[in-house]
């Protein structure tokens, strides 16, 4: 079982930076994809960025176009995406989740199995 907690949503201004934070609970974290999605009423979830067990091999979603970076730090169970260049169309739910014991990355939902809470990010114009 593993328990996802983001944090480090919240109301920013365009061309405005973020840093979201995933926290995970569990052991053998390295060992488990990580990736980030949002969503927003009415709209399919959108695939953002994803980090594999090693953090040695990432990707982005087509829209990200060099403004996201997507990290980790093993030995704190944490996941992070850096966000700058913000825009309006931006804003949205985001969600770390987890593929359990894969290290590589995924960009499709299903293929993660734990999903945290989500933290709203705010993009005002």
């Known amino acids: 079982q593993v328990q996802l907690v983001e944090s480090g949503g919240g109301l920013v201004q365009t061309g405005g930076s973020l840093g979201l934070s995933c926290v995970a609970s569990?052991?053998?974290?390295?060992?488990?994809?990580m990736g980030w999605f949002r969503q927003t009423p009415g709209k399919e979830s959108e695939f953002v960025a994803a980090?594999?067990?090693?953090?040695?091999?990432?990707t982005y979603g087509n829209f990200v176009k060099g403004r996201f970076t997507v990290s980790r730090d093993n030995a704190k169970n944490t996941v992070f995406l850096q966000m700058n260049s913000l825009k309006p169309e931006d804003t949205a739910v985001y969600y770390c989740?987890?593929?359990?014991?894969?290290?590589?990355?995924?960009?499709?939902?299903?293929?993660?199995?734990?999903w945290g809470q989500g933290t709203q990010v705010t993009v005002s114009s």
């Open positions: 989740a987890a593929r359990f014991g894969i290290n590589e990355v995924g960009v499709d939902r299903s293929e993660y199995d734990y």
């Open positions: 569990g052991r053998s974290f390295s060992s488990n994809a």
């Open positions: 980090i594999s067990g090693s953090g040695l091999t990432t």
